[in-house]
């Protein structure tokens, strides 16, 4: 199955739908909590590379469907998008969270205002609070 995608700068681009593409979909759409590109390929039943999925998401991300928020370590976590995130795509007016202890980042369901910054162009904003949730917390 092929379909057209219109992802940044306007390019259209005809891209087909793969086992590995909906395994991956799913998979985020099931997830409670945010997904590393190593999450993915370890819990996936489809046998990817990881370059694959890295060219994947980014797809996913330019088509809407899915956002990401870098951790303090660098690394990138993945969610399935939902109606927090705004229509410029890469302004996601949600909190994120990150434990000190087990690492875990997630999404958390505080919609925050962002502000208009006059004279500047914005490209990019994230949202990411560090500290122990509450499963480490009760530990």
Request: include cysteine; charge should be positive.
């Amino acid at each position: 199955m092929y379909r057209i995608v219109i992802g940044l700068e306007n390019k259209m681009a005809v891209v087909r739908n793969t086992k590995a593409q909906e395994a991956v979909l799913e998979l985020l759409q099931r997830s409670k909590k945010t997904l590393t590109a190593d999450d993915i390929i370890n819990t996936i039943d489809v046998s990817v590379n990881k370059t694959t999925i890295y060219r994947m998401l980014d797809r996913f991300v330019a088509a809407g469907k899915v956002h990401f928020v870098t951790d303090t370590a660098g690394k990138a976590h993945y969610a399935l998008c939902t109606s927090s995130c705004l229509q410029s795509h890469s302004l996601h007016n949600h909190l994120h969270f990150q434990c000190k202890i087990c690492n875990q980042v997630e999404c958390l369901p505080v919609k925050l205002e962002v502000p208009e910054l006059e004279n500047y162009e914005v490209h990019d904003m994230q949202f990411l609070s560090v500290g122990i949730c509450f499963k480490c917390k009760q530990v």
